[in-house]
């Protein structure tokens, strides 16, 4: 049983009390929450040992620190193109995509602004400031990535008639990551280095080795959280 929450035109809970209404106002800020967190963690490169050594991946998965939070906003874009459709998703990307320029502008801004302590600030600029190529990497990545993720949960839900929920999370969300991945490490380290000349240029043995291993975890997170996008729906859904 649905909530009881009116809902507007747009699909819109017009009760602010409503599960329905609540459930958005969370699912967004969790959208939001993990993204600004992704670009404030980009800077930081991971390396997760495994069991065993893979080839090509080796016997740890390097990755950036972002990979985790990131992985956050598929989940919740998931839950909420379930639950509130195709439009409402949509606008949540592509507004959150606008906003990754307020994040950006006022980090740099903090930055550029005199500092009190020389010292800390050249240290806080180090751990903050990202790479302009690691920036537009990370752009493109999102834009084409998250509208993927939202078109095919949506293509995949009209086909089956708004059954398997399973179905349509894996497979937005397993093609959006790969996308994100292949995007991200290929502009962030092929493309801006050798056409924009900002960064460094990886060799390609590298550049596949960090697709590989990133796209493996966040595979693994979207299998993990399938369960969860259920529990989360239901809970709204009452």
């Not at 699912?27 to 600004?36: D, H, I, P, S």
């Not at 080796?58 to 620190?65: F, H, R, T």
């Not at 949509?90 to 302590?117: E, H």
Request: proline residues 5%; hydrophobic residues 60%; glycine residues 6%.
């Amino acid at each position: 049983m649905r909530s009881s929450g009116t809902r507007g035109a747009a699909g819109t809970p017009t009760d602010p009390t409503s599960t329905a209404a609540i459930g958005q106002v969370a699912l967004l800020a969790l959208f939001v929450t993990a993204l600004v967190t992704s670009q404030l963690t980009a800077a930081k490169i991971l390396a997760i040992p495994i069991p065993i050594t893979l080839p090509v991946i080796g016997p740890e998965i390097a990755l950036p620190g972002a990979a985790v939070a990131y992985a956050l906003t598929f989940f919740a874009s998931d839950c909420y193109a379930e639950l509130y459709g195709r439009r409402a998703a949509q606008v949540m990307v592509n507004v959150a995509f606008a906003m990754n320029f307020v994040v950006l502008a006022l980090v740099w801004s903090t930055i550029a602004a005199p500092a009190d302590d020389p010292e800390f600030a050249a240290t806080f600029a180090a751990a903050l400031a990202p790479a302009t190529n690691i920036v537009v990497g990370s752009l493109l990545a999102y834009l084409v990535s998250q509208n993927w993720d939202v078109i095919v949960f949506h293509a995949l839900r009209d086909r089956t008639d708004g059954a398997h929920l399973w179905l349509r999370n894996l497979v937005s969300t397993a093609t959006s990551q790969a996308i994100d991945t292949v995007i991200f490490v290929g502009v962030a380290f092929v493309v801006a280095p050798a056409v924009l000349g900002i960064g460094v240029t990886l060799p390609t043995a590298v550049v596949v080795s960090l697709i590989l291993g990133q796209y493996l975890l966040k595979l693994l997170i979207a299998v993990v959280d399938t369960p969860f996008v259920y529990l989360v729906v239901r809970a709204v859904r009452g």
